[in-house]
């Protein structure tokens, strides 16, 4: 896959290495690996925190959400609400964030070059084969553990189809539910797909049979998630990654489905189109595909977003506090509702829109700056390039539908991921002698 990996070279980057290898198999110990790493990063980086706007911004972003915090420590309970509800829930809530914005600050200098940044992305594809193959155990062959190794240390909980009745059918491997595993197998995927495509242009045949392989299996597993944001990640990566060549065969396809959708809604048509699809595909992606075309309006999180946008009208600036959305929907609704299904929402709430405008413009602005940067330069336009600018997009506008951010495993590469567009702008100044 490319060049060959040289680990040589200061200790920290390889426990990056390693805490980067075991964060969706073992993510315990991958983030406790991750702690040197991150404060010799801080270290070597010191100099640069207050000179970088991305930097100054989030930490504008994190002095309101502590403030918020110790507000509501030393507020007295004003409504029904704040009676049972936990200000030590709003200090649980910054684990979320603040330490997240330390990697992205430290984690930059394991990210500088093409070179370190090429090592990660195949690191992370290594770490997802543990993954795969749960997953595809777990799927064909019923095998759900839990599974445990260095006597208990590492467990592997799989999800059973009886435990799945509110989620569904699909392929969990070791996430909580298939909307996390199948998060997670789009993010890796441009890795495996830029690799692919590299590895065929320098004509290396074993090691472009095996990221092939590699690839298959990808994609079938993020098939069998039955997420409706998976499978459309998948195919929003295609043409970032492919450009026109993806384009052949995506547009027969988006006709297709277009025609089939207006032709269902004709009266008296003789073939019944929707009826075939939910025979050939699983009874929950159907029904999700259903929603998602024709029933938008009834959409579930439609309504949460409402609900969320009137009780943020009450409380725009520093929020009601971190997981209140239970409490303040159970006065409406006797639906039990724990996040949003969006996380710029989710944190205006917790926090305010103040704090989370603040954090929201410092990664619009970077995907945006990167983007100019790695298709809009010659110097930089790279399929690796490609890589990270896709993980990293199809990633946060997947949190704009549904919040799987507070996985520790996903957070964390989220924030890795950012760090590596802004490694890339500054590498491409270097280059320009900006």
């Known amino acids: 896959m490319g060049q060959k990996i040289n680990l040589k070279g200061p200790v920290e980057f390889k426990l990056f290495l390693l805490g980067i290898f075991l964060l969706p198999s073992a993510p315990f110990f991958a983030s406790i690996i ?22 100054i911004t989030l930490i504008l972003g994190s002095a309101i959400m502590i403030f918020k915090s110790i507000l509501g420590s030393l507020s007295k309970p004003t409504d029904s609400f704040t009676e049972i509800w936990n200000p030590v829930l709003n200090w649980i809530g910054l684990i979320n964030w603040i330490p997240l914005f330390l990697c992205f600050f430290s984690f930059q200098n394991y990210l500088k070059t093409k070179y370190q940044r090429s090592i990660v992305s195949k690191v992370f594809i290594a770490s997802s084969i543990p ?17 445990q190794i260095f006597n208990g240390l590492i467990i592997w909980f799989q999800r059973s189809p009886n435990s799945l009745s509110s989620f569904g059918s699909g392929l969990t491997s070791v996430f909580s539910n298939q909307n996390y595993a199948g998060a997670w197998l789009t993010i890796i995927w441009p890795f495996c797909l830029s690799n692919l495509l590299i590895n065929k242009r320098e004509k290396n045949k074993i090691k472009t049979r095996i990221i092939f392989f590699i690839c298959i299996l990808f994609v079938m597993c993020i098939f069998l998630t039955h997420s409706r944001g998976a499978i459309l990640s998948f195919f929003i990566s295609l043409p970032i990654i492919l450009g026109k060549s993806s384009l052949y065969f995506l547009i027969p396809i988006t006709i297709l489905i277009f025609l089939g959708i207006c032709l269902n809604l004709v ?13 050939i595909l699983p009874n929950d992606l159907f029904l999700k595909l259903n929603e998602m075309f ?65 954090v929201f413009s410092a990664i619009i602005i970077l995907i945006i700056n990167s983007f100019n940067t790695i298709f809009r330069n010659s110097v930089s336009k790279s399929l690796e390039n490609y890589a990270w600018w896709t993980a990293t997009f199809i990633f946060f506008v997947g949190q704009m539908t549904d919040v799987v951010y507070y996985d520790l495993r996903i957070s964390i590469s989220s924030w890795i991921m950012l760090a590596a567009l802004r490694s890339i702008i500054i590498e491409q100044k270097y280059k320009k002698g900006i």
């Open 131 to 147: 993954i795969i193959f749960s997953g595809l155990s777990q799927y064909f062959f019923n095998l759900y553990g839990p599974f």
């Open 34 to 55: 991750l702690i040197y790493p991150l404060i010799k990063g801080i270290i070597k980086q010191k100099e640069s925190l207050f000179a970088d706007k991305y930097n």
């Open 267 to 279: 009266p008296y048509f003789e073939y019944d189109l929707f009826g075939l699809m939910k025979k």
């Open 294 to 358: 024709l029933n938008l309006d009834k959409s579930p999180r439609l309504v949460v977003w409402g609900n969320t946008l009137k009780f943020l009208t009450q409380k725009p600036f520093l929020g009601w506090g971190a997981a209140m959305l239970p409490i303040l929907y159970s006065s409406i609704s006797n639906l039990e509702i724990y996040h949003t299904h969006n996380l710029f929402l989710e944190l205006s709430l917790g926090y305010g829109l103040v704090a989370s405008t603040l």
